[in-house]
C-alpha cells in the first residue's frame, strides 16, 4: 500500500502503515538489532540507543563517509525517531491482535525532486524488512523500486 502525505503548519508528513504477523518484540529486534536491520536497511548502523544516542547512515559510495543521526525520541518497543539531514523518521510499533502494526513516518520540511526517490526506497525497505520477519531476506529489488518511484512520483506533484 502507498504512503499518505499530507501536510502541516511546518512540514510534509509522509505516513507508512504496514501491518505485520509478528509480535512488537520480533519488529522491534528488526529495527534496532545491527545484524537484522543491515538485512534491510543496509546504511544503518545503530551505535547507541537511547535518546539522545547515535545512528551512522553509512553513505557506502565508496568514500567512508559516515553521517551521524541524532536519536530524538526512544520508547523501548515503541517509538524510535532519529534526524534524517534536516528531516526526521518515526518507527512506531503497536501490537495488534493479529500481530503488530508498524508505522513510519517522515517528517519533511520540502518536497524535491529528490523526494520521490527517497519515498519509494522507503517503501521497498519496509518490503524487505516484512519480507526478513517472514524468515527470508531478500536483497534490493531495483525493478519494484522503480515502479514504486513512478506513483510516489505522481503523488509528490499532486501533494506539491
Not at 547512515?57 to 532519529?82: A, H, R
Request: charged fraction near 30%.
Amino acid at each position: 500500500m502507498i504512503a499518505s502525505i499530507h501536510k502541516n503548519e511546518s512540514a510534509y508528513i509522509v505516513q507508512y502503515d504496514r501491518p505485520l504477523k509478528q509480535t512488537v518484540s520480533e519488529v522491534w529486534a528488526a529495527l534496532t538489532e545491527n545484524d537484522r536491520l543491515e538485512k534491510w536497511m543496509t546504511n544503518l548502523q545503530i551505535e547507541d540507543l537511547r535518546k539522545g544516542g547515535n545512528i551512522k547512515f553509512d553513505m557506502k559510495d565508496g568514500s567512508g563517509t559516515f553521517i551521524d543521526m541524532e536519536i530524538t525520541d526512544y520508547e523501548p518497543l515503541s517509538v524510535l525517531e532519529f534526524t534524517w539531514g534536516k528531516d526526521r523518521v518515526r518507527f512506531e510499533v503497536s501490537a495488534k491482535p493479529e500481530g503488530s502494526l508498524l508505522v513510519l513516518k517522515e517528517f519533511i520540511g520540502g518536497l524535491t525532486p529528490h523526494t520521490p526517490k527517497d519515498l519509494a526506497g522507503w517503501h521497498v525497505c519496509l518490503d524487505m524488512m516484512a519480507a526478513l520477519l517472514d524468515g527470508h531476506a531478500i536483497d534490493f529489488p531495483m525493478d519494484e523500486w522503480k515502479k514504486w518511484y513512478e506513483q510516489y512520483d505522481v503523488l509528490v506533484k499532486q501533494v506539491g
